[in-house]
T-cell receptor, first 111, second 110 residues
Framework: DAEITQSPRHKITETGRQVTLACHQTWNHNNMFWYRQDLGHGLRLIHYSYGVHDTNKGEVSDGYSVSRSNTEDLPLTLESAASSQTSVYFC??????????FGPGTRLTVL | SQQGEEDPQALSIQEGENATMNCSYKTSINNLQWYRQNSGRGLVHLIL?????REKHSGRLRVTLDTSKKSSSLLITASRAADTASYFC??????????FGTGTLLAVQP
């Protein structure tokens, strides 16, 4: 069965370190998205991609970057982790402008 | 900024009762979707209603959409303890992006 996976599921890091969160989907979807979820804010879009070599900034992109070298993967990099980036991160993919399929999430703590 | 605002923020009901959640949004949309999130899990798509539809059913779920009022409601009938979760509305526009609301936390007491 097709699926979307994220790794690691939990990560603790220190302020200033570079961190990369992985997202891998086997749906063969062109569209992929990264969100962060914080209490009181719901899900906020960080970056998204509509296909290989395409990346776009979302609502809260500062301090984050993505690259899309193939259809299956969209890694999210925190260039220099800050305590404000402590959050739960979700990756999602979609085929068209409708249903998004979500990964299980990565809980990131920045100390 | 959030497009959708759910109401209420939290809802507690008894098993067997109906649960109604509302969503209001600000701009024109192509579709509106509802997602469920169990504690510690990713979101799961429940139902999608397009802007030219007024009502849609899926099992125990009923969704209505009023584009003139920019609002939608999700009704879960005959609720079960397993329905305990957070429910989010999300609006889809001209792009392939969704904008999510802040969610309603539903607790169904057995």
């Amino acid at each position: 069965d097709a699926e979307i996976t994220q790794s690691p599921r939990h990560k603790i890091t220190e302020t200033g370190r570079q961190v990369t969160l992985a997202c891998h989907q086997t749906w063969n979807h062109n569209n992929m998205f990264w969100y962060r979820q914080d209490l009181g804010h719901g899900l906020r879009l960080i970056h998204y991609s509509y296909g290989v070599h395409d990346t776009n900034k979302g609502e809260v992109s500062d301090g984050y970057s993505v690259s899309r070298s193939n259809t299956e993967d969209l890694p999210l990099t925190l260039e220099s982790a800050a305590s404000s980036q402590t959050s739960v991160y979700f990756c999602a993919s979609s085929d068209r402008a409708d249903t998004q399929y979500f990964g299980p999430g990565t809980r990131l703590t920045v100390l | 900024s959030q497009q959708g605002e759910e109401d209420p923020q939290a809802l507690s009901i008894q098993e067997g009762e109906n649960a109604t959640m509302n969503c209001s949004y600000k701009t024109s949309i192509n579709n509106l979707q509802w997602y469920r999130q169990n504690s510690g899990r990713g979101l799961v798509h429940l139902i999608l209603i397009r802007s030219n539809e007024r009502e849609k059913h899926s099992g125990r779920l009923r969704v209505t959409l009023d584009t003139s009022k920019k609002s939608s409601s999700l009704l879960i009938t005959a609720s079960r303890a397993a329905d305990t979760a957070s429910y989010f509305c999300a609006t889809g526009g001209a792009t392939n992006k969704l904008i999510f609301g802040t969610g309603t936390l539903l607790a169904v007491q057995p």
